[in-house]
């Protein structure tokens, strides 16, 4: 028997079919255990083995998951400065972010809420803090949830998209082994994206250079 926990976890999840995927999308907004392109990969390949259809698990996943950054989004904003700040660089340490790098996160959602909170959903680990940087702000709510929730559409529809035809295509029978070699190709290209962007930066000597991830 082969040793495959992505395929036991998603085997359990479909017992309870999409409501199971829907908790699973929410919860993952606030208890990050596995990171979430690899869960929606591994949606994928489970779409693809039939245990769902395509357009549902995005359908899930995409609403579970814009209602967790909603819920986040509306809970830090109920609390006061003093304490949604605590809150959130506690979060941040909790994700590997530090303090000046959460403080600059929140500067730049000032100068411009939209754009960073569709680009932000996006980004690993700093798409879960997304919700709080514009909490921390009082802004409007419905341009950084509309913005968010196109953000988490598109992240969404990608991952699940490439496990997907990932698995038509390499036909693994080991969810995990999949999982694992799809991921590791996915972050040699986050690396080379991050590695561009920096050089660029370092390039533009006359511009403010914005937030590292």
């Given amino acids: 028997m082969s040793f495959d926990p992505v395929g036991a ?3 359990w999840i479909s017992a ?5 995927l829907f908790a699973v999308a929410l919860a993952e907004r606030f208890v990050p255990v596995m990171p979430s392109y690899g869960l929606l990969f591994a949606v994928g390949i489970a779409a693809a083995d039939g245990a769902w259809s395509l357009p549902s698990a995005f ?12 819920a986040c989004f509306y809970v830090v904003r109920r609390l006061d400065i ?19 790098k959460i403080e600059c996160w929140i500067v730049s959602f000032r100068r411009n809420q939209a754009l960073l909170a569709f680009s932000l959903q996006l ?24 913005a968010s929730a196109a953000g988490i559409a598109i992240w969404n529809a990608l991952f699940i998209g490439i496990g997907y035809y ?6 693994a029978a080991n969810t995990t082994v999949l999982a694992l070699a799809a991921l590791g190709f996915l972050l040699v290209g986050e690396t ?10 370092a390039r533009r000597k006359s511009i403010a250079a914005p937030c590292e991830i």
């Fill in 82 to 100: 003093a304490r949604s700040t605590r809150l959130v660089n506690a979060a941040g340490r909790l994700l590997g972010m530090s303090s000046d």
């Fill in 166 to 171: 990932a698995s038509h295509s390499i036909g």
């Fill in 123 to 146: 980004v690993p680990t700093v798409r879960l803090l997304a919700p709080a940087f514009a909490a921390l702000l009082r802004g409007p709510s419905r341009s950084f949830l509309t």
């Fill in 16 to 20: 309870y079919g999409l409501m199971g």
């Fill in 59 to 70: 359908l899930a996943t995409a609403v579970g998951n814009i209602l967790g950054c909603a």
């Fill in 192 to 201: 080379a994206l991050f590695w561009i962007a920096r050089r660029v930066r």
């Fill in 9 to 11: 976890v998603l085997e």
